[in-house]
């Protein structure tokens, strides 16, 4: 997995803004926002991510969904659930970037 922390350097040496409004308004203020909770906005951020093939950001936020109490198997029923929504190339990727997520845990 990559690095949060590496993620975020780079990102604030590269754009600073941007750096700046994820550490302050994404992850400061929307994912903390009451009207859902940080496990439901996992589950919509880990199918919206497959359902775009967002592959690049999966990893993290698989991580995240964990982290917020989502268990290995609510994620691969989600990735077969969104199969037959987002298509089949999308939640095969995302099976593969699951498998190595649990496996890093």
Do not use: I
């Not at 993290?60 to 989600?78: I, Q, W, Y």
């Amino acid at each position: 997995m990559t690095d949060p922390s590496s993620a975020m350097a780079t990102m604030a040496r590269t754009a600073p803004k941007l750096a700046e409004l994820t550490e302050q308004v994404l992850f400061g203020d929307v994912w903390c926002r009451p009207g859902l909770s940080q496990r439901d906005r996992s589950l919509a951020t880990v199918s919206a991510l497959v359902a775009l093939y967002r592959l690049e950001q999966l990893p993290f936020h698989l991580h995240r969904a964990l982290d917020n109490g989502v268990t290995p198997d609510e994620l691969s029923e989600l990735v077969t659930h969104l199969a037959f929504y987002a298509g089949w190339p999308c939640a095969a990727s995302a099976t593969t970037l699951l498998a190595t997520a649990l496996a890093e845990r």
